[in-house]
């Protein structure tokens, strides 16, 4: 009755049930672990302290299937640590419809990803507070953390997802990376962007990846723009963001060009970035592109999502963007 089959011992998850059943934290697993759902027809348990007991008449598990798997497996194997307990909810019932209720409520669960479960360390702390206190915006590590605010402390809500995307974007010159994995953010990237940005750099770049999105949503209404140029405006928004980045400030980000970061954002913040900067980057993108399309017809949704579009923007920054002046104060 379980609504899922055994994923295998390579996912992320039955790797870490593995891992925790095997070794040092297996004291802990019933802690760690979610437990094991069961129905049955009827159960008697023997309450002797020395050697209590459950039988169990026509068992069926609806939920965890994974945890019962990986345990057997371990088991089989010899690498099962005497010490795990699991958590065991064993449910007694003649009434069918019940059964489907209970199977379909215990995993029709709100899923628990990876951003949840980085939201309260330290590093993501220290940036809503500082975001809060030095910026006045309200950097959300958690999931409709700040939904109760209205008006304009609305448009200052800052998402941590989309936060670390700019900035492994703009920032870090990874702008397909950016698009195409989000959910690395918070294992592959996770170092590369919260270990290195200062919470300026997050903001600013947050913000032009912000305005980015803008212009891709009037897209629709431009009629009288090249197949290429709606491309580029659509899917190429995070390299446009980049490109935007690199005229704007050179790649002169972190601690050490605090000042000049904080300039720029107070341009955000007055609405004063001068508008042919977009137009300037969306030019660079679309012609990247346009060299691309000689050599490959990728669709522009997956062309995007390459890395092989963000090595041949960055190489065309570096070669005919020069290195000008920044916007003037």
Not at 31 to 49: E, K
Not at 72 to 81: I, V, Y
Not at 269 to 289: F, G, H, T
Request: a positive charge; glycine letters at 4%.
């Amino acid at each position: 009755m379980n609504v899922r089959p055994y994923y295998g011992s390579q996912g992320k998850v039955n790797k870490d049930i593995w891992d925790t059943c095997t070794g040092d934290d297996s004291v802990r697993f019933w802690f760690l672990n979610n437990g094991i759902t069961m129905v049955c027809d009827s159960f008697d348990f023997t309450r002797d302290p020395d050697n209590p007991l459950l039988k169990i008449k026509n068992a069926q598990i609806v939920n965890g299937c994974q945890t019962t798997v990986t345990l057997r497996e371990a088991h089989e194997k010899k690498e099962l640590n005497e010490k795990v307990k699991v958590l065991l909810r064993v449910y007694s019932t003649d009434n069918p419809s019940l059964v489907e209720k209970i199977t379909l409520t215990t995993n029709n669960q709100n899923k628990i990803t990876d951003r949840d479960l980085r939201a309260n360390e330290p590093v993501q702390r220290d940036i809503e507070q500082r975001m809060s206190d030095q910026y006045d915006h309200f950097y959300e590590r958690k999931n409709k953390q700040y939904s109760s605010l209205r008006s304009a402390n609305k448009k200052k809500i800052v998402p941590s997802p989309k936060a670390a995307q700019a900035y492994l974007a703009v920032v870090r010159a990874k702008p397909a990376n950016a698009r195409g994995y989000l959910g690395a953010i918070w294992s592959d990237f996770y170092g590369e962007i919260f270990e290195n940005a200062s919470v300026a750099d997050l903001l600013v770049s947050y913000k032009i990846l912000q305005l980015c999105q803008t212009e891709a949503l009037t897209t629709k209404k431009l009629h009288e723009i090249s197949a290429r140029e709606r491309d580029c405006r659509v899917y190429g928004v995070f390299h446009i963001a980049r490109t935007m980045g690199y005229i704007l400030l050179k790649d002169s980000w972190g601690h050490g060009n605090l000042e000049e970061v904080e300039k720029l954002l107070a341009k955000f913040n007055d609405n004063s970035i001068p508008n042919n900067v977009y137009k300037e980057a969306l030019d660079v993108v679309i012609a990247v592109r346009e060299e691309d399309e000689k050599k490959s017809s990728t669709v522009p949704a997956m062309y995007f999502k390459n890395t092989v579009s963000q090595r041949n923007l960055n190489a065309k920054l570096k070669t005919s963007c020069g290195q000008g002046d920044a916007i003037p104060d």
